[in-house]
């Protein structure tokens, strides 16, 4: 563990779930803890970094050290990330943003009818934070997550290159949420690294120090 390894660098996480309202109580949200999230953000705030934490809602405290901002939805955590990203070296997308929201919010409470049909709603597709990110003319050191519930090699190693990441985390098996540990694959340009399951703290400080190899270096470093 490096105390200055990422001493003058700026780092952007997004972590937690996002939450896209239906009417005033309800909404869809996805799991996520924000437990990886949040741990990536100490871990780099550890190593001396400048760390700005852009977070679902989630029942975590800030890690010491960390600027956080809440969001709730995936529009309010597309706007902030990406002011937050234009001059940041690293962005690490760790948050479930939720693929769609509801096209017309209603106002008022939906109330069931009576005749047993359900409410018809509308769905449009949320913008792709990372990918929008890793797309930027300067863009930071891009690293993205991945879930997947089945053939996560070919899965990720896909997102990867369609969202323009030099590195993407795949999750292995979707019991990841939530829990203390996890087990991990790194995909990059030059194939899979596998890591051995470990505790989310230890996790974080050994994918901070393979994300900070990967930096460009500059005069003094
Ligand atoms: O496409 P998928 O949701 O599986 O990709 C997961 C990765 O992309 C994660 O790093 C997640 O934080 C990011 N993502 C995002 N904005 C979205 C959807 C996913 O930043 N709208």
Sequence with gaps: FQPKLLQGKRVVVTAGP???PIDPVRGITNLSSGKMGFALARAAADCGADVR???GPTALETPWGVVREDVQ???QMYELALSAASGADVFIAVAAVADWRVAHVSPGKIKKTGDGLPP???FVENPDILATVAHLP???FCVGFAAET???DNNAAAKRVRKNV??????LGPDAFGREDNEVVLYDEHGVTRLPRADKTALARELIAVIAGRLPRGLFN
């Design 73 to 75: 939805t995936a529009q």
């Design 138 to 140: 300067e863009p930071p």
């Design 53 to 55: 934490l852009i977070a």
């Design 166 to 171: 030099p590195l993407l985390i795949g999750n």
């Design 18 to 20: 996002t939450f896209e």
């Design 120 to 122: 018809a709603l509308e």
């Design 150 to 152: 089945d053939d996560l």
